[in-house]
Each structure stands twice: as C-alpha cells, then as structure tokens.
C-alpha cells in the first residue's frame, strides 16, 4: 500500500501551533500523535479483516488531526469524511487531506451528525466516546449513518484499567467522575509532588465525561439496535495489531461473553454492526 505522505503545509502548521507547548510534560506525545499515520494505517487493515475498506464510504467521528482520513483513502476507501468539535482541530486536518479529492472535513458542535441516513459502510471512532456529553446519544447517531452491512469500529479506555490513559496519572478511572475532578487538582496544589505531576493532575476534570467499561458499552449498543463483539488480537498479525500487546491470557479473556465484563484490558476494541 502505497501512503499519502504528509502535506508541508500541514507539518509546519503543527510545528507552529506546538510551539508554545514545548515545556509541557507531553509534547513529544503530541508531536507524534499528531503527525504519525502508521496507527491509523494498521486500524485500516484490521477493519478490512470484517468489512472490505475499499469502494467504502468511510466516517471518521472525532477525526482529529484527519490521520486515519489519509489512511482509509490509502486502503481503497470510495470517500473519506471527518467530523470534529474542536475548531483548530478541524482546521488541521483540512490542510492534511486538502490534495485529496475525495475528503472532506466537517466542524459539529455536539453529537449530532450533518448526514443523511445511511450515509456511510465504515465507521471509526477512537478515543470519543469517553469525551461526549451523551453517550447514547452519540451512538444513536452512528447507528443513523451507518448503511446495512456497515461495521464500525470503536476503541475508548477500560474503566477496569487503573491509568488514566490520557495523562498516565494513576487512579482516576477507578474514581467516580465528580470526585476524581475534585480530588487530583486539590492533589495538584500540594508540595509533595512534581511540576510534571502537579501539571497531569491539574488536566484530570479536562479529559473525559464518562469512564466506560465494556459492560456499559453494551448496554449502549443493545439500546442503539447494534451487535457488538470485541475484536480479537488473536485474529491479527503483530504487524497489523495497532495497540500495545498485553498477556495472551488477558487477551483471550477480553473476548468471551462474560469474562470481557471484568478483563483489565487497557483499551476496549469493538466492533458494532
């Protein structure tokens, strides 16, 4: 597969929007984050491994800085679409994917989608739902958009894993929302930590609404009309697996019915069909 490099104009506006967050605790994260594709490009191949990516019409909800846009257009996607709540964000990934004819890029204001029924065969979100308002709401409207014979793909951070995977900071997804927001900043203002530890525990109230386990999940999708199952790492080679590795017992746990309610699996991996 031959990949759509990224644009100049795209990198330097990165460069230039980071440049202000050189001294925080994460930078170098979000520089790679930012700029990579190799994630994306794997998630394109394990979701061809359920649904053919090619001569689909994908969505990107919460495309970010627009990588997996460049991805599924580099698997044989028909269209690529993003949307996005955050307007520098959006801004971003339209500059990354503005030589490719068959992307557009959409800024919403909250879950609801500016598309027709139906409208696409493959859904990706990563890293969202934790983030919305509405969680219910947010999957009725995937479920909208989503053709028959579509597959979306969903990935959020487990709530039975203890790290808060946003910041590395250890406890909050173990706390209920309202008092994790309270407890790490009031943490923050001491001195007994570090500048970098004072800076992760001051961002906890700003990076989720929700902590999500796979149990909730499910109970979402049964309500939305769609079927969910875990996707299997089992089922992917090492070179395609687009998440960190973890013990192939915990692994294999993750996937069946019940014991996928308790595995501590750092992020859950779904599909919803």
């Excluded at 394109?44 to 919460?62: I, K, N």
């Excluded at 996607?77 to 520098?88: M, Y």
């Excluded at 509405?134 to 597959?151: F, K, S, T």
Aim: glycine residues 6%; hydrophobic residues 40%; aromatic residues 8%.
């Amino acid at each position: 597969m031959q990949r759509t490099p990224n644009p100049s104009d795209f990198e330097d506006a990165v460069e230039a929007w980071l440049a202000d967050k050189r001294d925080q605790f994460n930078y170098a994260q979000m520089r790679h984050t930012f700029l990579d594709t190799d994630r994306f490009h794997r998630w394109a191949r394990v979701v061809d491994h359920y649904r053919r990516v090619s001569g689909a019409r994908f969505l990107s909800s919460g495309c970010g800085l627009g990588g997996s846009l460049l991805a599924y257009h580099d698997a044989g996607a028909a269209s690529v679409t993003g949307v996005e709540i955050d307007p520098e964000y959006a801004r971003l990934a339209r500059l990354r994917v503005a030589q490719l004819s068959t992307a557009t890029v959409h800024e919403v204001a909250d879950e609801c989608l500016p598309f027709c029924d139906d409208a696409f065969d493959l859904i990706e979100s990563m890293d969202v739902i934790e983030h919305v308002g509405d969680p219910q709401r947010y999957l009725d409207e995937l479920a909208r958009v989503l053709a028959p014979g579509g597959a979306a793909v969903l990935a959020t951070p487990h709530r039975l894993w203890p790290v808060e995977q946003h910041l590395g900071v250890v406890g909050p997804p173990w706390v209920p929302i309202r008092l994790a927001n309270h407890l790490w900043p009031a943490l923050a203002r001491t001195p007994l930590v570090s500048r970098e530890t004072a800076e992760k525990y001051a961002c906890v109230p700003t990076v989720r609404e929700h902590n999500v386990s796979m149990r909730r999940l499910r109970r979402l999708a049964r309500a939305t009309g769609l079927r969910l199952a875990a996707i299997p790492r089992q089922d992917h080679p090492d070179s395609h697996w687009p998440l960190p590795r973890q013990p192939p017992w915990l692994e294999h746990a993750s996937t069946g019915r019940f014991l996928s309610l308790l595995a501590p699996v750092r992020t859950l991996a779904v599909l919803l069909r």
